[in-house]
């Protein structure tokens, strides 16, 4: 046996146990898809009344409709996976901690980080991926067909706005993963987690809102400091307003978020080994 | 009389207690609450940049952060986390029992313990309320008059009542479903979406208006906050508040009813 072990496989192990789990009780998987989707839906009428009194989220930012439409589908792709992926881990790092359950999955001759941050997939918030893709779709063809400045879709533009989003998804990851490490320090991290959820409350709008006085502060800290700005913003506009109405392109914005990425995700390693290494098995 | 009156100023002192346990917890997630209206703030400024701050079913921009902050403080009023769950959790569990032995009355006691925890909260809450308000002044209208300050307040008790009477009648449906949370959850939804404090419901566009109008979900956020904003005014104030008091007598029996029926069909699961 190879000390090293195969991650891919293991990964895949965890994935499809995941799936005989929820298919187990099938209906309460069911009604799970169900209930997201319809509180995303719920969200979109939220949005479609917005419309119903304006033409544009801000004057001359270009987030019309149907670009709107584009961003709230990115949105939804990003926090599906993130949900799909590492919501329901995450969520249990401070019960391993507390319980010291933890000691089981350091004894284990594989990377801890992997294991506590992908042993469950929740297989469930894959309805809000596809619902996502649908409305992206939706948004796409509504904006290339349309007859006044139709969007011109370039193969390269679909492709980043994969890797993008994959960009945005690690980030999310690694600030979730650093939030929860930091509940070995401290036991419990509730508030934490709810600072985990307003944090990202304010990835879900379009940057240009934030403007004045105090919105100007606002966007550099969400963007540079805490970069969960760039999350949902740089796919949408590479993918829906690649050229604002101002001119400015998303290119520089979307070279920062290779360095933000990579530099999250260091980050959140190092805080997680950190926090590791003040573990003290609790109840044991 | 006056031991049953005793025995309920007991009740209301334990759990006062028991709420104050956990204070600075308390004041840090009242102040934690008002972030996700700072990100809808900025929403609607630029929804009314792009409208050349044309005013918006009788809402000027000023109107929507005043509204905001105002449900928030409805919010404050009807909400009740975990009642209806711990109604349910209650009935599966078999603890429930303990109120058909003991003199107490379920739903009173409930009450109390909502009456106390409330009290607690605006104790420590009023603080990073006020500094809220304080540092938004600019984009109230000014202090409201006194008529609609007082019928604002009414409305408050009452939407209290009725958001505690509303869940309690949801929880107490777990005497035949043991289960309540799909229940709980097309509640969530609704109220989430038609009590109000997303957006003005003045918004709606009209069959959704008039079907808002006929539930009793605007009077959880939506009512109280326009009242204090003095958006409702003459007859239609009085109306608005007797149809809210009408909605807590409905749901007063509603939960008299199914406590009654649904101890006859109770059958004691559980240890």
Redesign the interface.
Known sequence: MSPRPNYLRVFLTFASNSLIREMTFHVNFLIECFSSVTWTMMNLGFYLLIFHHTNSIGAGTGWGKWEFFAFLATTMLVNSLVQAFFMPNCEDISELIRTGGLDFALLKPIDTQFLISLEKVDWSSFANLIAGLVLLIVSLFKMTTRAENPLILQPHMLLLYAFYILCGVAILYSLMIALSATSIWLGQNRSLYDFWFYITNFSRYPMEIYDGRFGRPLRLFCTYLIPVLIVVNVPAQIIARPIAPSGETVWPLAAFALVATAVSLIVSRWVFLAALRGYRSASS | MLARAQTWWMILRISLQERLVYRG?FA??TL?RF??I??QI??W???F????NQA??GYNYQDFVAYYLLTMVARAFSSMPGLSSGIAAQIRSGEIKKFLIQPVDLIGFLLLGRVAHKLAYYTIATLPFALVFFLCRSYFPGWPSVTSFSAGVLSLVLCFLLGYFLEASLGLVGFWWLEVS?LL?VYM?FS??LSGH??PLD???QPWHTLVELTPLQFLAYFPAAVLLGKIQGWELVQGLCLEAGWVLFFMLTTRLLWHYGTRHYSAYGG
């Open positions: 917890d840090l997630g934690m972030l996700p700072v990100t900025f929403l400024m630029a929804v940049q792009a409208r050349g918006l079913a799909s959850f939804l989430f979406f997303m957006f918004m709606l566009p």
